[in-house]
């Protein structure tokens, strides 16, 4: 029924105009068409002097009115070292386009009435005029000089590279449809090589891991920075043309797929001190959420954000990453608690050009983790606590002999001797019941005396070490399943004395 009521409405609207329009028609036929004419130039006129003079003042109020939510303005002045430069370039183009804004209005809008057609009016023709050429000519000359000037010292301050010895963060943003996968470097400080041919689903980025630098790089859900800290972006894009966007920071850069691009920032602002300073102003001081009152304030909940500025597919809008700059104390802890993404992900898996070898950072991890062990036994006084299973001892099968990847695992013996210069320790040996006990008794003090020698050698005195062979006789898994079996082909060290 209402479908119905707004069709008859919009069909009496049709005869009311087409109605309006034969009665002018016949009034001009009355009248006179020239008068007419004349009536209607001379209501033109008025009508576009009102409306110039309404158009520029809402021009101005509309301005100051979301003055405080534009970017530039109010509390949403840049929030990195450069973006300053890049705000007052914009505002002093800004002065000077709005003059020529105002002015080309005004005369086009004064042109119109002014000139309005008359009766007997006749045209005015201005052949030439050397005055008005050259001021045309010359003011715009100046200040476009001016305005390119600024332009490049702007542009050579802010696109300026990091110099070699000068101290920054670098992170990586790859974009892809949709999404920004982000890397960041490890411990070490540096990012690893990529090749685009290395991309599958579980190396998305085409890290090489034959590259030491990438076995530390870690991939965070969102950028979180250090205020007052140089940050260099790596910028890639893996299919279509995208754009990074760091609107509070004034970055902008494309992100081309094969040509990677970078920027240099130094954020100023952590995003507290950027909450607060919204707080200050009444159009945050309203609920985040307008249907839930009792929702936090919208300065409470405001974040900076990473954006793709180019149209680059249906789900563009969804590449919106957050961005958190904090303390550099708040950083460091943020730091401690990402994960390598090749430990995690890569480690061990038939993508790992290096399962068959020991990293230094395992190494490094496997000896904090023996002398954890043995700083407990060592405060305990539980006979048993004093047994501690030498994890990564590892003997080819069937043999005394220790395997490569063991060595490091000796060295560590030898530096909690050296540390406590009082301890004397038991090397035991145990296997699992597979076949005659009397031999599996004989492999396992073979195997606890293997590495005798080398710790004999490394400056430990000979009465500080004890090697016995248990062979089958102490197992503490079930022999019946494989797992119980390799649990029970082992090597511990006892402390007995300390």
């Known amino acids: 029924m209402t479908a119905f009521v707004i069709i008859v409405i919009i069909i009496l609207l049709a005869i009311v105009v087409v109605q309006i329009g034969k009665v002018t028609e016949l009034s001009a036929r009355i009248r006179g068409e020239e008068e007419v004419e004349m009536r209607n130039n001379r209501l033109q006129g008025r009508w576009l002097m009102v409306f110039m003079v309404a158009f520029l003042v809402l021009c101005f109020l509309s301005a100051g009115w979301f003055k405080n939510w534009m970017l530039g303005y109010g509390p949403h002045e840049a929030a990195s070292e450069h973006g300053k430069t890049l705000d007052s370039l914009f505002n002093l183009t800004l002065f000077f386009t ?40 010359a003011i715009p000359a100046v200040v476009m000089t001016l305005l390119v000037v600024k332009g490049l010292i702007a542009w050579n301050e802010v696109m300026a590279d990091v110099g070699p010895d000068e101290e920054h963060i670098e992170i990586e943003a790859t974009g892809y449809q949709f999404a920004w996968h982000l890397r960041y470097p490890g411990p070490d400080g540096a990012l690893g090589t990529r090749d685009f041919r290395k991309i ?20 965070p859900d969102e950028i979180v920075l250090p205020v007052g800290t140089k940050v260099r972006v790596r910028i890639t894009a893996r299919d279509v043309l995208h754009n990074f966007y760091l609107p509070h920071f004034r970055v902008k850069m494309d992100a081309v797929p094969g040509i990677p691009t970078y920027f240099v920032f130094t954020p100023t602002k952590t995003t507290e001190e950027y909450r607060e300073e919204l707080s200050q102003y009444p159009e945050y001081q309203v609920p985040a959420d307008p249907t839930d009152p009792e929702s936090p304030m919208l300065w409470e909940i405001y974040n900076y954000e990473l954006a793709c500025a180019e149209l680059c597919g249906a789900s563009h809008f969804s590449m919106r990453r957050i961005v958190r700059i904090v303390s550099e104390g708040e950083y460091q802890n943020w730091l401690a608690t990402q994960q390598s993404y090749y430990m995690n992900n890569i480690r061990g898996t038939d993508a790992d050009p290096l399962r068959e070898q020991v ?55 030898v530096q909690i001797l050296n540390r406590y210069p009082d301890m004397q320790i038991e090397i035991g040996g145990h296997t699992d019941n597979t076949g005659d006990a009397e031999s599996n008794l004989t492999l396992s003090r073979a195997r606890a005396a293997a590495d005798m020698p080398r710790r004999v050698s490394a400056g ?30 082992r090597t511990e060290l006892k402390i007995t004395a300390q």
């Open 98 to 137: 709005g003059i020529v804004f105002v002015l080309t209005h005004v005369a086009l809008f004064y042109f119109s009435w002014k000139y309005h057609g008359r009766k007997n009016r006749k045209a005015s023709f201005i052949a030439h005029n050397n005055t008005l050429e050259i001021v045309w000519s």
């Open 200 to 219: 599958t689903g579980l190396n998305p980025l085409g890290q090489d891991w034959t590259d030491p630098k990438n076995l530390d790089d870690f991939h």
């Open 359 to 413: 990293l230094d950072v395992e190494i490094a991890e496997r000896r904090e983790d023996f002398n954890t062990r043995v700083e407990s036994a060592l405060a305990s006084d539980n006979p048993d606590d004093k047994v501690i299973q030498l994890d990564h001892l590892f003997f080819e099968s069937g043999s005394a002999n220790l395997t490569d990847a063991s060595q490091y695992e000796l060295d560590n013996i």
């Open 460 to 489: 430990i005195a000979e009465d500080r070490l004890t090697a016995v062979g248990y062979g089958q006789t102490r197992p503490v898994a079930d022999n019946d399943t494989e797992d119980g079996r390799a649990a029970n082909r």
